[in-house]
Structure formats: structure tokens, C-alpha cells
């Protein structure tokens, strides 16, 4: 009797050791090696998170048995267990993603009619040259 005692208070204390939360760190890079600053790491099912740096390093606080979804624009969003101290992530291009979405409006060719700001159209004519 007295050693199921022991073994319930062991198997007590090594639930209570793999549930607590420790820091989980890494660096994020897209497919070609360049780091993702400002990509988005997610403890899923909370409302906590993080962005990486300039060179793409994260870090975050999270629980052993808690998943990380990692996000960056352009991207495929990848989901990763927690079970690791550190953790480096290789986004892959979503080619599903809506170009318009990527591209600086400047660079798009619109009709003005789908435009919902005001446009004027210059020509050469129109820009003087300094003399």
C-alpha cells in the first residue's frame, strides 16, 4: 500500500514538472535562408504572441504540451508542438495567395473605376524640364 502511495505522488509530481511553462526561442527563415522579421508566433488556442526581429529570432513562453502556429506574410502557416527549447522554422511560399494582397498598389494596374481613391493621370508632356 505504501509504495502505491510513492507512485502516485511520483506520477503527481512529473505531471506537474511537463505542465509548467519555459521559454521556447528560434529564428524563423523563408525556403531561400533569409530570416522573416516580423512574422507571427501564435500559441494556439490563446491569445498570446510574439514577432520576431530583424534577423528573425523569436522567443516565447508556452507550455510543453501547447502548439505554435508560425505565420509570415506570403507564407504557408506552419503549426509546431512545444515540446522543444528551441525551435527553427522554414516557411514555404503560399502560392495560393492572392498577388493583389502582396503587391504595393503602386505597382498594380487598375481602371480608375475600380479605384476608391482619387487618381490623375499625367503624361510626358506634362512635366517640365529644368533648364
Request: no cysteine; glycine share 4%.
Amino acid at each position: 500500500m505504501k509504495t502505491l502511495k510513492i507512485f502516485f505522488i511520483l506520477i503527481l509530481f512529473s505531471q506537474i514538472a511537463f505542465s509548467q511553462d519555459r521559454i521556447v526561442f528560434g529564428v524563423i527563415k523563408d525556403s531561400s535562408d533569409i530570416p522573416a522579421p516580423g512574422a507571427t508566433v501564435l500559441v494556439e488556442g490563446t491569445k498570446k504572441y510574439t514577432q520576431t526581429n530583424f534577423d528573425g529570432f523569436y522567443s516565447i513562453k508556452v507550455s510543453s504540451d501547447q502548439f505554435l502556429i508560425f505565420t509570415y506574410v506570403g507564407m504557408v502557416p506552419q503549426r509546431i508542438s512545444a515540446s522543444k527549447n528551441e525551435i527553427d522554422v522554414i516557411l514555404q511560399i503560399d502560392h495560393n495567395t492572392i498577388l493583389s494582397d502582396i503587391i504595393p498598389p503602386l505597382i498594380q494596374t487598375k481602371k480608375p473605376k475600380d479605384l476608391k481613391s482619387a487618381t490623375k493621370s499625367i503624361s510626358a508632356e506634362d512635366i517640365e524640364k529644368p533648364e
